[in-house]
């Protein structure tokens, strides 16, 4: 039996099958990546809407920020930082109330 797998289909675009797909390519393996939203990312996507003044405004709906503790992983996030993909987040968190429509609870994080 021949055990060179020549193409991969990996189904779903989030960032388990983006790095799935991506380790499969670096690696020389041809991938098709398929999703069915309607944009790619998955619970990593943004979403952008205009309020009723014409102001953007940016959703986060999953993973505004994450932490690295894996070596395996913080070599992917490396390579992830040299390209611009992601950047180390040096500003305050905070929620946002939408009842007084103020940020509150903001800190920062070292
Ligand atoms: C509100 C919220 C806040 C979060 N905040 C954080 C955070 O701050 N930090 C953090 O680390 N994590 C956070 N998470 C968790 C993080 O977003 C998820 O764990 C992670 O994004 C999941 O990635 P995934 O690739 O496993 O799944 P998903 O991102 O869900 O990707 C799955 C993809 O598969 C596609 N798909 C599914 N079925 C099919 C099909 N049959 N055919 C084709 N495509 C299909 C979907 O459209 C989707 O794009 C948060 C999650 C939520 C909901």
């Not at 999703?35 to 986060?60: C, H, K, N, T």
Request: net charge negative; aromatic share 8%.
């Amino acid at each position: 039996m021949q055990n060179t797998v020549a193409k991969v289909t990996v189904v779903g675009s989030g960032i388990s099958g983006s790095v799935c797909a991506a380790t499969l390519a670096r690696n020389g393996i041809s991938v098709t990546l398929f999703d069915s939203a309607r944009v790619p990312g998955g619970r990593m996507s943004q979403r952008r809407e205009i309020s009723e003044d014409g102001r953007e405004l940016l959703f986060d709906h999953g993973a505004p920020y994450f932490t690295v503790t894996n070596p395996d992983v913080l070599s992917v996030v490396t390579e992830w930082e040299s390209r611009g993909l992601v950047a180390e987040w040096k500003s305050n968190f905070g929620s946002f109330d939408c009842f007084t429509n103020k940020i509150v609870n903001t800190e920062h994080q070292a």
